[in-house]
C-alpha cells in the first residue's frame, strides 16, 4: 500500500488509496504510527480514494485515535468519506470517535 504524506503548518494530511482490509490495516496503522514518532499528533486522513474499510481496518483508525488523543496532543480526522463507508461507521457506532470532513480545506483548518 502507498501513502503520499502532506505537511501543514499545524497538521500532517496522509493520502492512500485502495481496501484497508485485515491485510491492509497493519500497513496504514504503521504509517500513521510513523507519523506519531515524528511528533506529528495533528493527523488528517484523506480517505477519497479509498473503497472499503473492515473491522480490522477501523481498529487500527481507533488505536491510532486513543494514542494522538493521549494528553490531549491531538485528532485523527477523517476526510473525504465514501457514503457507504460513512454508513459503515455509522452501523458499527465509531462514528462519534472521530471527526469527519467533506472539505480537506475545511479539516486543515480545524487544527
Known sequence: MDFEIKEYKRSTV??????????TAPEVEEALNQLIEKGQFNII???SDVTFVSSAG???????????????????????????????MD?????????????????????
Not at 58 to 64: D, E, Q, T, Y
Not at 96 to 106: H, V
Request: aromatic share 14%.
Open 14 to 23: 496522509i493520502y492512500t488509496s485502495g481496501r484497508i482490509d485485515s491485510y
Open 45 to 47: 486522513f484523506d480517505m
Open 58 to 88: 477501523w481498529w487500527a483508525l481507533i488505536r491510532i485515535q486513543k494514542e494522538v488523543k493521549k494528553m490531549n496532543r491531538g485528532e485523527l480526522a477523517l476526510v473525504h468519506l465514501d457514503e457507504r463507508i460513512q454508513e459503515s
Open 91 to 111: 452501523l458499527v457506532g465509531i462514528a462519534p470517535y472521530f471527526k469527519c470532513y467533506s472539505e480537506l480545506l475545511e479539516a486543515v483548518g480545524s487544527f
